[in-house]
């Protein structure tokens, strides 16, 4: 089933992501464009939650069951974001050896530390291993997801030794041990919605949360079609982030507005063809969220701040357009030449007892 509403959700973070990175090299007088964006960041959980759902949905029932299944299922994964992955990672490091060679200058030589580099390669930046964020730094988000797909057996085993009830507990004691660790600082954030080197952990609890709504809509009677209810929430969830509530309320306003938009969805799918006119940028919000920062790099740092700025022949907010453009076609392209053709062949490769598969899967986050 194609989650619309999802879809469109997702995209919405992504681009909220690359405005609020964009708006860091606005002119001085505009902080509170980028102050109030900030607080909205907690729309991020939206990510892992929508993964969490739809990867229970799709292999909670099956996986474990087959011999090779949870292998099958970790190379489909990898297959799916790590080709674009790798190649932003590439590019940093080319930003990298630049700066090392004198040819450029940052302000944040942490940021391209040699040392952290076998972390990023290995996806473990965001498990508490590394103090900043490194190289492609938006790819903690990636690190993070990675932990909860090698974690999700521990999603299905609750499940099936405890049914939704086993889940809850799961992510319930999950948010309680957050919670404590951010209380006691073991996780260094005045909230957990904000860690990022410590990115999993949060990440892993949205997930078990968003298997819990999967579970519950997949047991629900409920017939409703309505749409409202679910953006209503979605819209309180925001109001929530702006107004730095608690976590636990922004995390559970986020789940009950997923329960009610996938029920109005399953219960009528023809009902969300209003945003399929968003599809094909809706697809690529994994390509938007990780091509962002190279554009970034090339735009801004480099054109805007060296090139176009000095000259005054253009404001920043009519300029910001071109890079944000240039964001989603690289995703669209990326996505079609690229991604899938590389995910394929690496699903072939590391899959040779199973027959390929025509295409990757959707993204989940």
């Known amino acids: 089933m194609h989650?619309?509403?999802?879809?469109?959700?997702?995209?919405?973070?992504?681009?909220?992501?690359?405005?609020?990175?964009?708006?860091?090299?606005?002119?001085?007088?505009?902080?509170?464009?980028?102050?109030?964006?900030?607080?909205?960041?907690?729309?991020?959980?939206?990510?892992?939650?929508?993964?969490?759902?739809?990867?229970?949905?799709?292999?909670?029932?099956?996986?474990?069951?087959?011999?090779?299944?949870?292998?099958?299922?970790?190379?489909?994964r990898l297959a799916r974001f790590y080709p674009l992955y790798l190649a932003t990672l590439l590019f940093f490091c080319g930003v990298a050896l630049a700066i090392h060679f004198g040819v450029v200058r940052t302000d944040d030589p942490g940021r391209y530390a040699w040392s952290v580099l076998p972390a990023n390669l290995l996806l473990v930046q965001a498990w508490g291993l590394t103090e900043q964020l490194t190289f492609n730094y938006v790819a903690w988000c990636l690190s993070a997801e990675w932990f909860c797909y090698l974690l999700l057996p521990l999603v299905v085993l609750a499940y099936r030794l405890g049914g939704p009830a086993g889940i809850a507990v799961l992510a319930g004691g999950l948010v309680l041990a957050l919670e404590a660790a951010v209380a006691r600082g073991v996780i260094p954030f005045e909230s957990w919605l904000r860690a990022d080197t410590w990115g999993a952990y949060r990440a892993f609890a949205d997930f078990t949360i968003g298997a819990l709504v999967s579970v519950a809509v997949r047991r629900s009677s409920f017939r409703l079609a309505a749409h409202w209810p679910a953006w209503t929430l979605f819209a309180l969830s925001l109001a929530a982030m702006a107004t730095r509530q608690h976590a636990a309320l922004i995390v559970a306003l986020l789940a009950a507005g997923m329960y009610f938009a996938a029920l109005a969805e399953r219960n009528d799918p023809d009902a969300s063809r209003y945003l399929a006119f968003l599809h094909p940028i809706g697809k690529v919000s994994l390509g938007i969220y990780l091509l962002h920062p190279v554009v970034e790099a090339v735009f801004f740092s480099v054109l805007w701040r060296k090139v176009i700025a000095p000259t005054e022949t253009i404001g920043f907010y009519a300029y910001a357009l071109l890079p944000c453009a240039v964001t989603i076609a690289l995703a669209v392209v990326s996505e079609r030449y690229f991604e899938r053709p590389v995910g394929r062949y690496m699903v072939g490769r590391l899959t040779p007892d199973r027959p390929s598969p025509q295409r990757t899967p959707q993204p989940v986050g």
């Open 3 to 76: 989650y619309r509403i999802f879809e469109t959700w997702r995209l919405i973070a992504a681009l909220s992501i690359m405005v609020w990175h964009f708006l860091r090299f606005a002119p001085p007088g505009h902080e509170e464009i980028g102050a109030y964006l900030y607080r909205l960041l907690a729309v991020m959980e939206m990510f892992f939650m929508i993964s969490g759902y739809l990867i229970m949905e799709r292999y909670g029932d099956d996986l474990l069951r087959a011999p090779g299944s949870y292998r099958a299922f970790l190379v489909r």
